[in-house]
């Protein structure tokens, strides 16, 4: 059975990055493509980033494109998020999820496309 846990959530300033990981147990991570979803306290959860299987896609939800970047280590079985110039309103619970499709991404995934999911961590930026 395939798990994904989640790390590196925490309380930063305005301005200040973090670096989420999320790390796969199980053989075949390496054949899925991983996003990460956010959910803010009253809100429905939304699209972050994705990326695919074999690294050659990535895709960004426009609130966080040039300051988010999505990576993997399939070695590590191991998806990050490095979010950098944080704002307050990147408040949220933090979720990666597995797509077992293998599909490439060209557009912004709905989350009904993902497998499995992640119990989720907290980022906190303050003003």
């Known amino acids: 059975q395939v798990q994904l846990v989640e790390s590196g959530g925490g309380l930063v300033q305005a301005g200040g990055s973090l670096r989420l990981s999320c790390v796969a147990s199980?053989?075949?991570?390496?054949?899925?493509?991983m996003g990460w979803f956010r959910q803010a306290p009253g809100k429905e959860r939304e699209f972050v980033a994705v990326i695919s299987w074999r690294s050659d896609s990535t895709y960004y939800a426009d609130s966080v494109k040039g300051r988010f970047s999505i990576s993997r280590d399939n070695a590590k079985n191991t998806v990050y998020l490095q979010m950098n110039s944080l704002k307050p309103e990147d408040t949220a619970v933090y979720y990666c999820?597995?797509?077992?499709?293998?599909?490439?991404?060209?557009?912004?995934?709905?989350?009904?496309?993902?497998?499995?999911w992640g119990q989720g961590t907290q980022v906190t930026v303050s003003s």
């Open positions: 999820a597995a797509d077992y499709s293998g599909r490439i991404y060209s557009g912004a995934p709905s989350d009904h496309q993902f497998d499995l």
């Open positions: 199980g053989r075949t991570f390496s054949r899925y493509g």
